[in-house]
């Protein structure tokens, strides 16, 4: 990973982390595993800043993973939109 991870300052640190799913070419499979990418993507942030660290999260996918990384904004999209609705 550290190889094709060349945008990261100097001095900040990298942590890796990996996220599989089926590879299915099925919509409902790609929508369901954003869902889950999503919500360990808000697990793993919320434990960085309980510790008072900023976070930039960096996304690299590969053919129809890619499109898992596209749901998550229509994912967290729904989501502010029913607390909206509170």
């Not at 990973?1 to 089926?22: H, L, P």
């Amino acid at each position: 990973y550290e190889s094709i991870q060349k945008v990261a300052q100097e001095n900040d640190q990298q942590i890796f982390y990996t996220f599989g799913w089926d590879g299915l070419l099925n919509q409902k499979n790609r929508r369901q595993s954003a869902i889950k990418l999503y919500n360990a993507l808000v697990r793993e942030i919320e434990q960085y800043e309980h510790q008072s660290k900023r976070v930039k999260i960096r996304l690299l996918a590969h053919s129809h993973g890619g499109n898992i990384c596209l749901n998550l904004a229509a994912i967290k999209q729904c989501l502010d939109d029913r607390i909206d609705e509170y």
